[in-house]
């Protein structure tokens, strides 16, 4: 039986690149001169965290680092910003959160959705992704143009389409 999976992932590599870029135009950039500002990326916790001396240049930082993020194409419904904290010094961080995979509750959301329309297909929970599995291709074609009319608040993915 044809079947494919539907998955929420974003390339590490392009989130590596992205930083890689950032953290150039933070070293040249006139108004952070003599400042000690930072931009650290966790690949294991797919973290990315960010110091300045105080809250506007950490906006600044913040608008540097989502500006590369996004030419790199990199969806920005799958980062999810942490409120910055200001020490007493006033020294100011910012973590984000790069989501990867499903978690349970959007899974359950979109393989409720698929369900609710007439749709002869199987949807299975595995991990943090969905497989769907059904005897034609083309009912398979359908759920996906479903799934990619459709807002879930997450960059959905489809891999593994087998026959």
Known sequence: MPSFDIVSEIDTQEI???INQARKELATRFD???SPASIGWNEKESTIELKAADGT????LHELVVGRLAKRNIDLRNVERKDPVISPLGHAT???VIKQGLDGEKAKE???AVKATDFKVQCA???RQIRVTGKKRDELQEVIAFCRGRDFEVVLGFKNFRE
């Open 16 to 18: 590596d690149n992205a």
């Open 110 to 112: 979109i393989v409720k």
């Open 94 to 96: 910012q973590d984000f």
């Open 57 to 60: 240049r950490l906006k600044a």
């Open 32 to 34: 952070f001169k003599g």
């Open 125 to 127: 929970l595995q991990e």
